[in-house]
T-cell receptor, first 115, second 115 residues
Framework: GAVVSQHPSRVICKSGTSVKIECRSL??????MFWYRQFPKQSLMLMAT?????????EQGVEKDKFLINHASLTLSTLTVTSAHPEDSSFYIC???????????FGQGTRLTVV | AQSVTQPDIHITVSEGASLELRCNYS??????LFWYVQSPGQGLQLLLK??????LVQGIKGFEAEFKRSQSSFNLRKPSVHWSDAAEYFC?????????????FGGGTRVLVKP
């Protein structure tokens, strides 16, 4: 199957700083990327959907000014958590789908810890 | 709105025994159904999917699932589990295949395998 790489796999940042998470499709062009958040021992919750070259569509309750999503190319989407707080600590997972794919492929996830 | 319920939070099974994970969905039209597996600290791997056609779907790692419209269910089965099957399993539903990767996930079932 297609490969999606997420970086970093783990990051620790200080409260008030920003952190960027990258999601790359390595062997296909990702026309659509999805960002999910997973709290410990809970399910995945969709945060936003981004299409290449367009503004991301955020799910209800997700602060677009706090979680900045950029999908500037067909192989890269970034999620920036701005002014991070301890409650933003979570596991963030991206998935990517190409135009001809019937499914999306998931990255390995990023464990964010805000101290 | 679509929703997914996985009634069992934890399941413990002996190695070599059969496994069945339950999944019930709520959706007004024909759903697009998926089963994913997640190892600790990792992303999601697709086990199988149902879009249409044969209601018994074969997946990777010896898993299969059966779509039962009358019961709104999509249960996952494996005849004989291996210790490596210990993981978290998520059932998910999508509205269409194109938007089908904007997925709604169930709460997950954690599978423990006893030697």
């Amino acid at each position: 199957g297609a490969v999606v790489s997420q970086h970093p796999s783990r990051v620790i940042c200080k409260s008030g700083t920003s952190v960027k998470i990258e999601c790359r499709s390595l062997d296909f062009q990702a026309t659509t990327m999805f960002w999910y958040r997973q709290f410990p021992k809970q399910s995945l919750m969709l945060m936003a959907t981004s299409n290449e070259g367009s503004k991301a569509t955020y799910e209800q309750g997700v602060e677009k000014d706090k979680f900045l999503i950029n999908h500037a190319s067909l192989t890269l989407s970034t999620l920036t958590v701005t002014s991070a707080h301890p409650e933003d600590s979570s596991f963030y997972i991206c998935s990517a789908r190409g135009q001809l794919n019937t499914e999306a492929f998931f990255g390995q996830g990023t464990r964010l810890t805000v101290v | 709105a679509q929703s997914v319920t996985q009634p069992d939070i934890h399941i413990t099974v002996s190695e070599g025994a059969s496994l069945e994970l339950r999944c019930n969905y709520s959706y007004g039209a024909t759903p697009y159904l998926f089963w994913y597996v997640q190892s600790p600290g990792q992303g999601l791997q697709l086990l199988l999917k149902y879009f249409s056609g044969d209601t018994l779907v074969q997946g990777i790692k010896g898993f299969e699932a059966e779509f039962k419209r009358s019961q709104s269910s999509f249960n996952l089965r494996k005849p004989s589990v291996h210790w490596s099957d210990a993981a978290e399993y998520f059932c998910a539903v999508g509205a269409t295949w194109a938007a089908g990767n904007k997925l709604t996930f169930g709460g997950g079932t954690r599978v423990l395998v006893k030697p």
